[in-house]
Protein backbone atom coordinates (compact mmCIF):
# COMPACT_ATOMS: atom_id res chain seq x y z
CA UNK A 1 0.00 0.00 0.00
CA UNK A 2 2.89 2.22 -0.14
CA UNK A 3 2.72 3.55 3.48
CA UNK A 4 5.58 4.94 4.91
CA UNK A 5 6.74 3.61 8.07
CA UNK A 6 6.36 5.42 11.52
CA UNK A 7 8.31 5.98 14.90
CA UNK A 8 4.47 6.09 16.03
CA UNK A 9 2.14 2.99 16.50
CA UNK A 10 -0.42 2.63 13.36
CA UNK A 11 -3.55 2.42 14.36
CA UNK A 12 -5.62 1.25 10.69
CA UNK A 13 -9.38 2.01 10.48
CA UNK A 14 -11.10 0.20 8.19
CA UNK A 15 -14.42 1.96 7.35
CA UNK A 16 -15.04 6.04 6.96
CA UNK A 17 -18.74 6.32 7.99
CA UNK A 18 -19.75 8.11 11.02
CA UNK A 19 -17.56 5.57 13.64
CA UNK A 20 -14.44 5.90 11.13
CA UNK A 21 -14.43 9.28 10.76
CA UNK A 22 -15.06 10.02 14.32
CA UNK A 23 -12.57 8.54 15.31
CA UNK A 24 -10.25 10.04 12.91
CA UNK A 25 -10.81 13.29 14.20
CA UNK A 26 -10.25 12.20 17.64
CA UNK A 27 -6.71 11.13 16.74
CA UNK A 28 -5.99 13.87 14.66
CA UNK A 29 -2.68 15.51 15.69
CA UNK A 30 -1.75 12.49 18.44
CA UNK A 31 1.58 10.79 18.15
CA UNK A 32 0.08 7.78 16.15
CA UNK A 33 0.34 6.94 12.15
CA UNK A 34 -3.06 6.56 11.48
CA UNK A 35 -4.57 4.67 8.20
CA UNK A 36 -7.78 4.88 7.08
CA UNK A 37 -9.43 2.53 4.95
CA UNK A 38 -12.65 2.58 2.92
CA UNK A 39 -13.96 0.81 -0.62
CA UNK A 40 -15.30 3.97 -1.59
CA UNK A 41 -13.89 7.55 -1.36
CA UNK A 42 -16.72 9.47 0.37
CA UNK A 43 -18.54 9.36 3.28
CA UNK A 44 -22.25 9.09 3.28
CA UNK A 45 -24.57 10.20 4.90
CA UNK A 46 -27.20 7.81 4.77
CA UNK A 47 -29.99 9.23 6.71
CA UNK A 48 -31.05 11.53 3.88
CA UNK A 49 -30.54 8.51 1.44
CA UNK A 50 -34.14 8.17 0.54
CA UNK A 51 -34.26 12.18 -0.32
CA UNK A 52 -31.63 10.73 -2.93
CA UNK A 53 -34.10 8.02 -4.26
CA UNK A 54 -37.12 10.19 -4.24
CA UNK A 55 -34.99 13.40 -6.26
CA UNK A 56 -35.14 15.48 -3.01
CA UNK A 57 -31.37 15.69 -3.25
CA UNK A 58 -28.72 15.14 -5.43
CA UNK A 59 -26.39 12.32 -3.98
CA UNK A 60 -23.33 14.85 -3.61
CA UNK A 61 -24.81 16.95 -1.23
CA UNK A 62 -25.04 14.00 1.04
CA UNK A 63 -21.61 12.35 0.15
CA UNK A 64 -18.16 14.02 1.16
CA UNK A 65 -14.77 13.38 0.12
CA UNK A 66 -13.00 11.20 2.51
CA UNK A 67 -9.49 13.13 1.73
CA UNK A 68 -11.08 16.39 2.54
CA UNK A 69 -12.25 15.40 6.01
CA UNK A 70 -8.30 13.93 6.74
CA UNK A 71 -6.65 16.72 4.67
CA UNK A 72 -4.90 18.92 7.19
CA UNK A 73 -4.56 16.00 9.64
CA UNK A 74 -0.46 15.25 9.74
CA UNK A 75 0.02 11.26 9.82
CA UNK A 76 -3.15 10.19 7.86
CA UNK A 77 -3.15 8.36 4.72
CA UNK A 78 -6.87 7.25 3.43
CA UNK A 79 -6.61 4.34 0.63
CA UNK A 80 -9.51 3.32 -1.30
CA UNK A 81 -9.45 -0.44 -0.48
CA UNK A 82 -11.85 -3.34 0.55
CA UNK A 83 -11.24 -5.23 3.06
CA UNK A 84 -11.09 -8.86 2.57
CA UNK A 85 -9.53 -10.31 5.91
CA UNK A 86 -8.24 -10.13 8.78
CA UNK A 87 -4.72 -11.80 9.77
CA UNK A 88 -4.78 -11.97 13.33
CA UNK A 89 -1.33 -14.14 13.40
CA UNK A 90 0.59 -12.14 12.30
CA UNK A 91 -1.12 -8.27 12.66
CA UNK A 92 -2.27 -7.72 8.88
CA UNK A 93 -4.88 -6.95 6.94
CA UNK A 94 -5.80 -8.46 3.71
CA UNK A 95 -7.62 -6.13 0.84
CA UNK A 96 -8.22 -5.90 -2.60
CA UNK A 97 -4.85 -3.38 -2.84
CA UNK A 98 -2.49 -5.76 -0.85
CA UNK A 99 -1.90 -6.14 2.86
CA UNK A 100 -0.92 -3.61 6.03
CA UNK A 101 0.42 -4.75 8.93
CA UNK A 102 -1.19 -2.80 12.09
CA UNK A 103 -0.65 -1.83 15.64
CA UNK A 104 -4.28 -1.10 16.30
CA UNK A 105 -6.91 -2.10 14.28
CA UNK A 106 -10.50 -0.73 14.28
CA UNK A 107 -13.18 -2.13 12.44
CA UNK A 108 -15.53 0.18 11.27
CA UNK A 109 -17.26 -1.07 8.46
CA UNK A 110 -20.97 -0.65 9.16
CA UNK A 111 -23.81 -2.61 8.35
CA UNK A 112 -25.57 -4.12 4.97
CA UNK A 113 -28.87 -4.79 3.77
CA UNK A 114 -30.33 -7.86 5.34
CA UNK A 115 -32.61 -9.88 3.04
CA UNK A 116 -32.86 -12.78 6.04
CA UNK A 117 -31.64 -15.34 3.57
CA UNK A 118 -34.48 -14.73 1.25
CA UNK A 119 -32.73 -14.83 -2.49
CA UNK A 120 -35.83 -14.15 -4.72
CA UNK A 121 -36.66 -11.17 -2.63
CA UNK A 122 -32.59 -10.14 -2.38
CA UNK A 123 -32.92 -10.41 -6.08
CA UNK A 124 -35.77 -8.88 -7.35
CA UNK A 125 -36.09 -6.38 -4.73
CA UNK A 126 -34.34 -2.76 -4.53
CA UNK A 127 -32.56 -2.17 -1.15
CA UNK A 128 -30.99 1.41 -0.08
CA UNK A 129 -28.17 1.43 1.86
CA UNK A 130 -25.74 3.11 -0.33
CA UNK A 131 -25.69 6.58 -2.72
CA UNK A 132 -25.85 3.89 -6.17
CA UNK A 133 -28.77 1.87 -4.44
CA UNK A 134 -30.56 5.12 -3.96
CA UNK A 135 -29.79 6.12 -7.52
CA UNK A 136 -30.96 2.55 -8.77
CA UNK A 137 -34.26 3.30 -7.06
CA UNK A 138 -34.90 7.26 -8.91
CA UNK A 139 -34.07 5.85 -11.66
CA UNK A 140 -36.29 3.06 -11.46
CA UNK A 141 -39.17 4.59 -9.52
CA UNK A 142 -39.19 7.46 -12.68
CA UNK A 143 -38.63 4.36 -15.28
CA UNK A 144 -41.84 2.69 -13.93
CA UNK A 145 -44.00 6.15 -14.69
CA UNK A 146 -42.17 6.51 -18.02
CA UNK A 147 -43.17 2.68 -19.07
CA UNK A 148 -46.77 3.40 -17.42
CA UNK A 149 -47.35 6.07 -20.27
CA UNK A 150 -46.92 3.60 -22.78
CA UNK A 151 -49.74 1.00 -22.51
CA UNK A 152 -53.54 1.32 -22.02
CA UNK A 153 -53.74 -2.03 -19.99
CA UNK A 154 -54.89 -0.75 -16.89
CA UNK A 155 -54.12 -3.71 -14.73
CA UNK A 156 -50.52 -3.41 -16.06
CA UNK A 157 -49.99 0.55 -15.61
CA UNK A 158 -51.45 -0.40 -11.89
CA UNK A 159 -48.32 -2.40 -11.21
CA UNK A 160 -46.29 -0.45 -12.51
CA UNK A 161 -47.41 2.53 -10.18
CA UNK A 162 -47.62 0.49 -7.08
CA UNK A 163 -44.96 0.88 -4.71
CA UNK A 164 -44.45 -1.96 -1.59
CA UNK A 165 -41.96 -0.59 1.39
CA UNK A 166 -41.44 -3.09 3.12
CA UNK A 167 -40.25 -2.76 7.01
CA UNK A 168 -41.80 0.46 8.82
CA UNK A 169 -38.70 1.59 10.48
CA UNK A 170 -37.88 5.00 10.14
CA UNK A 171 -36.54 3.79 6.80
CA UNK A 172 -39.44 2.74 5.67
CA UNK A 173 -41.59 5.29 6.96
CA UNK A 174 -39.24 8.52 5.89
CA UNK A 175 -39.61 6.54 2.27
CA UNK A 176 -42.99 6.19 2.04
CA UNK A 177 -43.85 9.60 2.87
CA UNK A 178 -41.89 11.11 0.55
CA UNK A 179 -43.13 8.87 -2.44
CA UNK A 180 -46.65 9.74 -1.08
CA UNK A 181 -45.69 13.79 -1.65
CA UNK A 182 -44.46 12.92 -4.90
CA UNK A 183 -47.84 11.50 -5.77
CA UNK A 184 -49.60 14.50 -4.46
CA UNK A 185 -47.48 17.16 -5.53
CA UNK A 186 -45.32 16.24 -8.69
CA UNK A 187 -46.87 13.05 -10.44
CA UNK A 188 -50.39 14.99 -11.81
CA UNK A 189 -47.86 18.14 -13.15
CA UNK A 190 -45.33 16.00 -14.80
CA UNK A 191 -47.60 13.04 -16.20
CA UNK A 192 -50.74 14.86 -17.08
CA UNK A 193 -51.78 12.10 -19.40
CA UNK A 194 -51.72 9.33 -16.74
CA UNK A 195 -54.09 9.09 -13.77
CA UNK A 196 -51.73 8.84 -11.01
CA UNK A 197 -54.26 8.64 -8.79
CA UNK A 198 -54.15 5.37 -9.07
CA UNK A 199 -50.53 4.89 -7.40
CA UNK A 200 -50.41 3.04 -4.25
CA UNK A 201 -47.90 3.20 -1.89
CA UNK A 202 -47.92 0.45 0.53
CA UNK A 203 -46.25 -0.01 3.52
CA UNK A 204 -45.70 -3.40 5.10
CA UNK A 205 -44.73 -4.05 8.92
CA UNK A 206 -44.23 -7.13 10.51
CA UNK A 207 -45.02 -5.77 13.89
CA UNK A 208 -47.91 -4.70 15.26
CA UNK A 209 -46.85 -0.80 15.07
CA UNK A 210 -44.60 1.24 12.85
CA UNK A 211 -41.50 2.94 14.18
CA UNK A 212 -41.05 0.19 17.15
CA UNK A 213 -37.96 1.49 18.37
CA UNK A 214 -39.82 4.90 19.42
CA UNK A 215 -42.46 5.58 21.85
CA UNK A 216 -46.12 4.47 21.34
CA UNK A 217 -47.23 8.41 20.54
CA UNK A 218 -45.04 8.23 17.88
CA UNK A 219 -46.10 5.32 16.49
CA UNK A 220 -49.31 6.33 16.52
CA UNK A 221 -49.05 9.99 15.15
CA UNK A 222 -46.60 8.69 12.36
CA UNK A 223 -49.34 6.54 11.07
CA UNK A 224 -51.59 9.23 11.36
CA UNK A 225 -49.26 11.51 9.33
CA UNK A 226 -48.90 8.82 6.53
CA UNK A 227 -52.57 7.78 6.35
CA UNK A 228 -53.14 11.32 5.65
CA UNK A 229 -50.68 11.71 2.74
CA UNK A 230 -52.93 8.34 1.43
CA UNK A 231 -50.00 5.45 2.20
CA UNK A 232 -51.55 2.64 2.78
CA UNK A 233 -50.40 0.52 6.55
CA UNK A 234 -50.23 -3.29 6.47
CA UNK A 235 -49.38 -4.72 10.56
CA UNK A 236 -48.71 -8.03 11.46
CA UNK A 237 -47.71 -8.79 7.31
CA UNK A 238 -44.54 -10.45 6.64
CA UNK A 239 -43.73 -10.62 3.07
CA UNK A 240 -42.83 -14.20 1.87
CA UNK A 241 -41.50 -13.07 -1.92
CA UNK A 242 -41.10 -11.58 -4.83
CA UNK A 243 -40.08 -12.10 -8.45
CA UNK A 244 -40.39 -8.94 -9.49
CA UNK A 245 -44.19 -8.33 -10.00
CA UNK A 246 -46.02 -10.68 -7.64
CA UNK A 247 -45.60 -9.74 -3.94
CA UNK A 248 -47.19 -12.89 -1.74
CA UNK A 249 -47.06 -12.23 2.40
CA UNK A 250 -47.62 -15.03 4.97
CA UNK A 251 -51.96 -14.10 5.23
CA UNK A 252 -53.10 -13.99 1.50
CA UNK A 253 -52.51 -10.48 0.84
CA UNK A 254 -50.92 -9.86 -2.49
CA UNK A 255 -49.54 -7.12 -4.72
CA UNK A 256 -48.57 -6.55 -8.16
CA UNK A 257 -45.80 -3.82 -7.76
CA UNK A 258 -43.17 -3.01 -10.03
CA UNK A 259 -40.80 -1.70 -7.18
CA UNK A 260 -40.49 -3.34 -3.55
CA UNK A 261 -38.27 -1.48 -1.68
CA UNK A 262 -36.80 -3.80 1.40
CA UNK A 263 -35.83 -1.70 4.32
CA UNK A 264 -37.11 -4.57 6.58
CA UNK A 265 -33.30 -4.95 8.35
CA UNK A 266 -29.49 -4.69 8.17
CA UNK A 267 -26.43 -7.05 9.48
CA UNK A 268 -23.51 -5.96 9.82
CA UNK A 269 -20.78 -6.37 7.22
CA UNK A 270 -18.37 -9.94 7.22
CA UNK A 271 -14.97 -9.53 8.36
CA UNK A 272 -13.24 -12.78 7.65
CA UNK A 273 -10.57 -14.14 10.29
CA UNK A 274 -13.09 -12.39 12.63
CA UNK A 275 -15.78 -14.64 12.19
CA UNK A 276 -15.63 -16.79 15.05
CA UNK A 277 -18.99 -17.94 16.07
CA UNK A 278 -18.34 -17.27 19.63
CA UNK A 279 -17.82 -13.04 18.67
CA UNK A 280 -20.31 -13.25 16.49
CA UNK A 281 -23.76 -11.71 17.73
CA UNK A 282 -27.50 -11.08 16.50
CA UNK A 283 -27.09 -9.39 13.03
CA UNK A 284 -23.32 -10.49 12.37
CA UNK A 285 -22.48 -8.17 14.90
CA UNK A 286 -19.04 -8.64 16.64
CA UNK A 287 -19.11 -8.82 19.79
CA UNK A 288 -16.91 -6.46 21.94
CA UNK A 289 -16.32 -5.14 25.61
CA UNK A 290 -16.97 -1.88 27.32
CA UNK A 291 -13.93 -0.69 25.64
CA UNK A 292 -14.45 -1.30 21.95
CA UNK A 293 -12.17 -4.57 22.33
CA UNK A 294 -13.53 -7.50 20.25
CA UNK A 295 -13.91 -10.32 22.59
CA UNK A 296 -10.25 -12.64 22.50
CA UNK A 297 -8.13 -9.46 20.97
CA UNK A 298 -6.31 -6.94 22.81
CA UNK A 299 -5.76 -4.53 19.60
CA UNK A 300 -8.81 -4.68 17.75
CA UNK A 301 -11.78 -3.13 18.28
CA UNK A 302 -14.81 -2.68 16.73
CA UNK A 303 -17.22 0.47 17.02
CA UNK A 304 -20.81 1.52 15.11
CA UNK A 305 -22.85 -0.69 13.72
CA UNK A 306 -20.89 -3.51 13.56
CA UNK A 307 -20.39 -3.48 17.42
CA UNK A 308 -22.48 -5.22 19.51
CA UNK A 309 -21.92 -4.01 23.25
CA UNK A 310 -24.21 -6.17 24.85
CA UNK A 311 -24.71 -5.51 28.38
CA UNK A 312 -27.30 -5.63 30.73
CA UNK A 313 -29.55 -2.67 30.10
CA UNK A 314 -28.45 -3.31 26.23
CA UNK A 315 -28.84 -7.23 25.81
CA UNK A 316 -28.81 -6.54 21.90
CA UNK A 317 -26.06 -3.87 22.08
CA UNK A 318 -26.68 0.06 21.19
CA UNK A 319 -29.01 0.60 18.18
CA UNK A 320 -27.57 0.62 14.70
CA UNK A 321 -27.99 4.40 14.31
CA UNK A 322 -25.57 7.20 13.83
CA UNK A 323 -25.49 8.65 17.58
CA UNK A 324 -23.95 4.90 19.19
CA UNK A 325 -21.23 5.54 16.19
CA UNK A 326 -20.50 8.77 16.78
CA UNK A 327 -19.87 8.46 20.45
CA UNK A 328 -18.11 5.31 20.11
CA UNK A 329 -15.91 6.74 17.43
CA UNK A 330 -14.94 10.04 19.75
CA UNK A 331 -14.80 7.73 22.79
CA UNK A 332 -12.10 5.15 21.42
CA UNK A 333 -10.24 8.26 20.04
CA UNK A 334 -9.78 9.41 23.69
CA UNK A 335 -8.83 5.79 24.84
CA UNK A 336 -6.32 5.30 22.28
CA UNK A 337 -4.63 8.73 23.46
CA UNK A 338 -5.06 6.98 26.91
CA UNK A 339 -3.51 3.86 26.01
CA UNK A 340 -0.36 5.50 24.23
CA UNK A 341 0.00 7.71 27.71
CA UNK A 342 0.34 4.75 29.67
CA UNK A 343 -2.94 5.34 31.38
CA UNK A 344 -6.06 3.20 31.79
CA UNK A 345 -8.60 2.82 29.20
CA UNK A 346 -12.07 4.35 30.28
CA UNK A 347 -15.47 1.98 29.66
CA UNK A 348 -17.91 3.84 27.37
CA UNK A 349 -21.15 4.89 28.34
CA UNK A 350 -24.29 5.51 26.19
CA UNK A 351 -25.52 9.08 26.08
CA UNK A 352 -29.04 8.57 24.30
CA UNK A 353 -29.91 11.67 22.76
CA UNK A 354 -33.52 10.17 21.16
CA UNK A 355 -34.47 9.85 18.05
CA UNK A 356 -36.70 10.78 15.30
CA UNK A 357 -38.26 10.39 12.02
CA UNK A 358 -39.79 12.87 9.36
CA UNK A 359 -43.14 11.45 7.65
CA UNK A 360 -42.77 14.46 4.82
CA UNK A 361 -43.52 18.18 4.81
CA UNK A 362 -44.03 19.98 8.34
CA UNK A 363 -44.67 16.48 9.64
CA UNK A 364 -42.05 14.67 11.97
CA UNK A 365 -42.07 12.76 15.22
CA UNK A 366 -39.31 13.34 18.19
CA UNK A 367 -38.73 11.59 21.16
CA UNK A 368 -36.12 12.44 23.53
CA UNK A 369 -35.98 11.50 27.22
CA UNK A 370 -37.84 13.85 28.60
CA UNK A 371 -40.12 15.40 26.34
CA UNK A 372 -41.99 13.87 23.01
CA UNK A 373 -43.43 15.95 20.44
CA UNK A 374 -44.44 15.52 16.73
CA UNK A 375 -45.72 17.69 13.88
CA UNK A 376 -44.29 21.27 12.66
CA UNK A 377 -41.93 22.49 15.23
CA UNK A 378 -40.40 18.29 15.34
CA UNK A 379 -40.44 18.70 11.53
CA UNK A 380 -37.89 21.90 12.39
CA UNK A 381 -36.04 19.71 15.02
CA UNK A 382 -35.37 17.08 12.39
CA UNK A 383 -34.14 19.24 9.93
CA UNK A 384 -31.75 20.87 12.17
CA UNK A 385 -30.37 18.14 13.26
CA UNK A 386 -30.04 16.82 9.83
CA UNK A 387 -27.94 19.73 8.25
CA UNK A 388 -25.83 19.74 11.64
CA UNK A 389 -24.22 16.42 11.68
CA UNK A 390 -24.16 16.59 7.59
CA UNK A 391 -20.54 16.92 7.34
CA UNK A 392 -18.99 19.72 4.66
CA UNK A 393 -20.19 23.67 4.64
CA UNK A 394 -21.10 23.59 1.04
CA UNK A 395 -22.94 20.40 1.66
CA UNK A 396 -25.01 21.83 4.36
CA UNK A 397 -25.82 24.80 2.33
CA UNK A 398 -27.15 23.07 -0.77
CA UNK A 399 -28.96 21.04 1.27
CA UNK A 400 -30.88 23.72 2.93
CA UNK A 401 -30.93 25.40 0.06
CA UNK A 402 -32.88 22.63 -1.69
CA UNK A 403 -35.54 22.22 1.37
CA UNK A 404 -35.88 25.66 1.19
CA UNK A 405 -36.67 25.78 -2.46
CA UNK A 406 -38.58 22.91 -2.15
CA UNK A 407 -40.56 23.71 0.11
CA UNK A 408 -41.15 27.02 -1.44
CA UNK A 409 -42.55 25.11 -4.58
CA UNK A 410 -43.75 22.06 -3.79
CA UNK A 411 -40.80 20.74 -5.60
CA UNK A 412 -37.74 17.84 -6.28
CA UNK A 413 -36.13 18.55 -9.39
CA UNK A 414 -33.78 15.96 -9.20
CA UNK A 415 -35.93 13.50 -10.81
CA UNK A 416 -33.49 12.51 -13.72
CA UNK A 417 -32.51 9.10 -15.01
CA UNK A 418 -28.86 9.99 -15.37
CA UNK A 419 -28.24 5.91 -15.10
CA UNK A 420 -30.87 3.95 -16.01
CA UNK A 421 -31.58 1.13 -14.31
CA UNK A 422 -31.85 -1.77 -16.39
CA UNK A 423 -35.23 -4.01 -15.70
CA UNK A 424 -37.39 -6.05 -18.04
CA UNK A 425 -40.30 -5.40 -18.47
CA UNK A 426 -42.06 -7.15 -20.78
CA UNK A 427 -42.98 -9.67 -17.40
CA UNK A 428 -46.08 -7.06 -16.58
CA UNK A 429 -47.62 -6.93 -19.85
CA UNK A 430 -47.99 -11.13 -18.97
C1 LIG B 1 -31.55 4.59 4.59
C2 LIG B 1 -30.97 4.76 5.97
C3 LIG B 1 -31.49 5.72 6.83
C4 LIG B 1 -30.95 5.88 8.10
N1 LIG B 1 -31.48 6.85 8.92
C5 LIG B 1 -30.94 7.06 10.13
C6 LIG B 1 -31.41 8.10 10.96
O1 LIG B 1 -32.33 8.84 10.60
N2 LIG B 1 -30.80 8.29 12.17
C7 LIG B 1 -29.77 7.49 12.58
O2 LIG B 1 -29.24 7.70 13.67
N3 LIG B 1 -29.32 6.48 11.84
C8 LIG B 1 -29.86 6.25 10.61
N4 LIG B 1 -29.39 5.24 9.83
C9 LIG B 1 -28.34 4.35 10.37
C10 LIG B 1 -26.98 5.00 10.31
O3 LIG B 1 -26.73 5.52 9.03
C11 LIG B 1 -25.95 3.95 10.71
O4 LIG B 1 -26.25 3.48 11.98
C12 LIG B 1 -24.55 4.55 10.69
O5 LIG B 1 -24.20 4.90 9.37
C13 LIG B 1 -23.54 3.56 11.26
O6 LIG B 1 -22.27 4.16 11.20
P1 LIG B 1 -20.99 3.24 10.97
O7 LIG B 1 -19.83 4.18 10.98
O8 LIG B 1 -20.99 2.10 11.90
O9 LIG B 1 -21.17 2.63 9.52
P2 LIG B 1 -21.33 3.36 8.12
O10 LIG B 1 -21.73 4.76 8.28
O11 LIG B 1 -22.21 2.45 7.32
O12 LIG B 1 -19.87 3.33 7.53
C14 LIG B 1 -19.22 2.14 7.18
C15 LIG B 1 -18.14 2.45 6.16
O13 LIG B 1 -17.39 1.26 5.95
C16 LIG B 1 -17.14 1.10 4.57
N5 LIG B 1 -16.97 -0.33 4.32
C17 LIG B 1 -17.89 -1.31 4.42
N6 LIG B 1 -17.35 -2.50 4.15
C18 LIG B 1 -16.05 -2.27 3.86
C19 LIG B 1 -14.98 -3.11 3.50
N7 LIG B 1 -15.12 -4.43 3.38
N8 LIG B 1 -13.77 -2.55 3.25
C20 LIG B 1 -13.61 -1.19 3.35
N9 LIG B 1 -14.60 -0.36 3.71
C21 LIG B 1 -15.80 -0.88 3.97
C22 LIG B 1 -18.36 1.70 3.89
O14 LIG B 1 -18.04 2.13 2.57
C23 LIG B 1 -18.69 2.87 4.81
O15 LIG B 1 -18.07 4.07 4.40
C24 LIG B 1 -29.89 5.06 8.54
C25 LIG B 1 -29.37 4.09 7.68
C26 LIG B 1 -29.91 3.94 6.41
C27 LIG B 1 -29.33 2.91 5.48
Redesign the pocket.
Known sequence: MNIPKSSFPRVVI????????ALAKKLSGKEVQVVL????NY??F??L??QVSTGGLEPDSIAYPIRKILQDYPNFFFRM????QVQTSDQKII?NIGSLSYDHLVI????ETNFFGNTEIEKNGMA??SIPQSLNLRSMILENFEQALLTDNLHERDALMNFVIVGGG??GV?LAGALAEIKKGILPKDYPDLDTRRAQINLIQSGDRILKEMSENASKKAEDFLESLGVQIWKNTRVTSYDGKKVTTKTDLEFEAATLVW?AG?KA?S?KGLDAQEILKPGNRLQVNEYNQVQGYENIYA????ACMAKEDTPRGHP??????IQQ?RHLGDNLVRLLEGKKMEPFIYKDKG???TVGRNKAVVDLKNYKFQGVFAWFVWMFVHLFFLIGFRNRMIVFVNWVYNYVRFDREARLIIRPYQRDYSRFKE
Open positions: VGGGFAGVLDKNHTQPLYAEIQTAAGSMKPTEAVVIIGDIMMAQPAGSMA
